[in-house]
């Protein structure tokens, strides 16, 4: 009998589940996608049924599962570990914490500290079964992030960083995977928490903490080298202790975050930086983008420095990455430049949604002790392409509801269609096959467009995303196309590594430039792929590949055949603050809502034009 | 019940004792806050803090 396993994580942030099947994932989805609720912490009860009914067929004469044919289910987290941590906090910074207290002890009290009655219920709403067999599985939090990391990568054996917020006590390790197991080797302990100084230049900076992360790393490249490089030495003189082993110190009378409602106490902030914390959705003036660069070498000095004690303590070649901060692929990238291993693979749910994968993982190879196999071809995730997928009737029907209009073409036109469309300027909404596993949409439910069209990036910024302008988009590139437009690196099939653009496709900037505030400069075109080219040349590159995505590569081929380049805008297929589509009816709806010209619903063509509700309108 | 089970299991595993008493506290006060709800409790719970 296969073993099963279903993966939860929860109650935080970005709550999701897996299904594990004899140490192979098989289905893994974030509750968002579902509720259409952007990072939902709740129980994820859709996530669950889909992977139960959804996942349960794809095994082997598949029908859906219940919980009760669940080996076990495991959680990604122990939660008393963790209260036990925030009791301890509480104490120690006593009085300081009592709003803080206010806040998480009737959170605590009336539900976390029950987390086996809310997982037992929660896996009731998903379906009937008998709770007296149920057998539930608490891994910590940073052994889920590391068991995601490690059981699905090419290696047998590797060294793995894990870095985030927080997990219980831990906010990152160092551990060494080998076979089955893995060896935890070395623990940051909160309050000390890279991720969560990251998190305090993001709140400090204007942005959302938890979600906002992402838009510090791309501002970053805005701020002046020299003035970063005097604000950074500031952080290192009061606030921050980096030591050479990667470990850190943070001075607590800067941050709030572990007693406090806030991440910083903004007066010492500035009176050490000489400037306010940015209020959201004002202004982005210099200091804030110098703040941001000083905030991203610091978090790449010390993931280096991670990383060097890790190769150091495994002496293993091969490195795997997990948690939150390993989805900043500026810092991953400046952790390959160091040279200290020879391969470095990231799980592509780096955040505490992939908790859900490595807590069954662990389950699987820990606790169940069952052996190994290293996955066959680029890594053990499928492409990342591992959520839930829709049948032609289910597209038929949506389109009934909407009185939508709509043309089916075989693939043998699809794809030279879609690149006619795209070659001409339309912008497409992409949604094919399986949703992505984890944040970034990798060409089966993304919006893609023409990045060498100078305008391409404001327009589907203004009229679709409606994001903040200072951010390019990122660009997709087939595989064996890669070195074309691109500087020599690695596969980054995840969307996780930078691509610096090569210099003979770099265009001259205009004599004004350095004028420009930065959602302006931005726009100046400086290569010949503008949409997808940051201001320092590089690009948050996404390597296709034919064996995980033969659809989205297939597309790829056919734009390259009629326009030359093999390169597309790839951002994913939402609005801003909301979750990607999942479904078909939620990628209809976005195409309606938004300035996308055309949407390709697996065959399915719709164009906005021939649209009743366009029609209506023009 | 099965929470107090683990909850002893835990404390005597991480060798806590000492949190025990925080936590009935913070289990008092948890209830006492999930019932400020209602105003008239309310002042009640600040004197505690």
Request: proline share 6%; charged share 20%; hydrophobic share 45%.
């Amino acid at each position: 009998m296969a073993t099963k396993i279903l993966g939860i994580s929860a109650f935080y942030h970005d709550s999701a589940a897996a299904l594990i099947v004899d140490g192979k994932v098989v289905f893994a989805m974030q509750e968002e996608r579902a509720t259409r609720r952007k990072h939902d912490p709740s129980f994820p009860v859709n996530a669950v049924q889909a992977c139960l009914a959804q996942g349960g067929a794809r095994l082997p004469g598949g029908g859906a599962l219940s919980v009760d044919d669940l080996d076990a289910v495991a959680f990604y987290e122990k939660p008393l570990l963790k209260f036990e941590r925030m009791l301890e906090t509480y104490y120690a910074f006593a009085p300081r914490g009592a709003a803080q207290f206010t806040v998480s002890a009737p959170v605590w009290a009336r539900e976390k500290l029950f987390m086996k009655r809310l997982l037992r219920e929660g896996l009731a709403e998903a379906g009937p079964y008998d709770q007296a067999r149920l057998k539930l599985l608490f891994p910590e939090h940073h052994l889920s992030h590391a068991a995601s990391a490690f059981y699905p990568s090419p290696f047998s054996e590797a060294a793995i960083v894990t870095v985030d917020g927080a997990g219980e006590w831990a906010c990152g390790s160092i551990c060494r995977g080998s076979g089955a197991g893995i060896e935890m080797l070395r623990e940051q302990r909160f309050p000390h928490s890279l991720g969560l100084l990251y998190s305090a230049i993001t709140h400090y900076t204007g942005f959302k903490v938890n979600s906002g992360e992402y838009k510090v790393m791309g501002l970053a490249p805005y701020g002046d080298p020299s003035r970063a490089e005097t604000l950074k030495r500031k952080l290192l003189a009061e606030a921050v202790e980096l030591k050479a082993d990667g470990s850190l110190w943070l001075n607590q009378e800067y941050f709030d975050y572990a007693a406090g409602l806030s991440m910083t106490r903004d007066g010492k902030w500035e009176a050490l930086l000489g400037f306010a914390r940015r209020l959201p959705e004002t202004e982005l003036g210099a200091d804030y983008c110098d703040l941001a660069l000083a905030g991203q070498r610091l978090a790449e000095e010390a993931l280096v420095k991670l990383g060097a004690e890790a190769r150091r303590l495994t002496g293993a070649r091969d490195l795997c990455l997990a948690g939150g901060v390993a989805l900043n692929c500026a810092a991953n990238s400046a952790l390959l430049r160091a040279g200290l291993f020879d391969r470095v693979w990231i799980q592509p749910a780096a955040g505490d949604a992939g908790g859900a994968v490595g807590a069954a993982l662990a389950a699987h190879h820990i606790y169940f002790g069952r052996p190994r196999a290293v996955p066959e071809g680029a890594d053990g995730m499928s492409g990342a392409l591992l959520g839930p997928e829709f049948t032609d009737a289910q597209v038929e029907a949506m389109a009934a509801s909407h009185g939508a209009v709509w043309e089916k073409v075989p693939d043998e036109a699809l794809f030279g269609r879609t690149a006619d469309l795209l070659a001409s300027g339309r912008v497409v909404g992409w949604h094919q096959g399986r949703a992505e596993w984890g944040p970034r949409a990798l060409g089966n439910r993304s919006i893609l467009a023409d990045a060498r069209q100078p305008g391409m990036q404001e327009r589907v910024n203004l009229k679709i995303k409606r994001r903040e302008g200072f951010r390019p988009f990122a660009p997709s590139v087939t595989a064996e196309r890669a070195a074309d437009y691109f500087q020599p690196g690695p596969a980054s099939p995840y969307m996780l590594l930078l691509g610096a653009v090569k210099e003979e496709l770099r265009a001259p900037l205009p004599p004004d430039y350095e004028q420009l505030p930065p959602p302006r400069k931005v726009l100046v075109p400086r290569s010949s792929l503008p949409a997808v080219t940051h201001v320092d040349y590089t690009a948050r590159l996404q390597t296709v590949h034919r064996e995980t995505n033969p659809r989205y590569h297939a597309l790829l081929e056919a734009f390259r055949l009629k326009t030359g380049c093999a390169v597309l805008l790839n951002t994913s297929f939402n609005v801003r603050g909301e979750p990607i589509v999942c479904s078909p009816e939620d990628s209809y709806k976005c195409f309606m809502g938004t300035g996308l010209d055309c949407l390709v619903i697996g065959n399915y063509i719709f164009d906005k034009a021939a649209q009743p509700a366009a029609k209506a309108e023009g | 019940m099965e929470f107090l089970k683990d909850l002893l299991g835990f404390l005597k595993e991480r060798k806590k004792w000492w949190l025990l008493p925080v936590i009935a506290a913070l289990l008092l006060a948890g209830a006492l806050l999930l019932l400020s709800g209602g105003a008239a409790v309310t002042p009640f719970v600040y004197t505690l803090f």
